[in-house]
């Protein structure tokens, strides 16, 4: 019988699917940050404030911070499974990635929300 060994409890099939959803989310807000920033005649200070402001560009931020979160932690347990043999030191890397990760997200949510 073959354990469930997945980096967050899933199938195959379920990390497949949050990895492309993911990227898609990523990608559309690329598209999103790009086009504000053609179609914006000046960029100074007061005009990124009202823009990253917005009810919209907070949720979309926020879901595209997470999304980088989820995309970053499937995709380096699964390096890390595949690559780094020894338990002790992959288990080491897990944790330093995800205490990154965690800080990562706390650091963007205080930026973004805190004004």
Same mark, same amino acid.
């Given at each position: 019988m073959v354990n469930n060994a997945s980096a967050l409890g899933c199938s195959g099939v379920r990390e497949?699917?949050?990895?492309? =959803?993911?990227?898609?989310?990523i !990608?559309?807000?690329?598209?999103? /940050?790009?086009?504000?920033?053609?179609?914006?005649?000046?960029?100074?200070?007061?005009?990124?404030? =009202?823009?990253?402001a917005l009810? !919209?560009?907070?949720?979309?931020? /926020?879901?595209?911070?997470f999304s980088i979160l989820v995309h970053t932690w499937?995709?380096?347990w699964q390096i890390l499974t595949d690559y780094i043999k020894p338990l002790a030191l992959r288990l080491f890397l897990q944790m330093t990635i995800f205490i990154?990760?965690?800080?990562y997200l706390l650091y963007g949510t205080i930026v973004l929300c805190g004004e």
């Open positions: 497949w699917l949050l990895m492309r =959803a993911s990227s898609i989310i !990608i559309f807000y690329i598209i999103y /940050l790009t086009s504000f920033i053609l179609f914006e005649d000046t960029l100074t200070y007061d005009v990124w404030h =009202a823009f990253f009810p !919209i560009t907070k949720v979309f931020t /926020l879901l595209t911070l499937i995709g380096m990154v990760l965690m800080v």
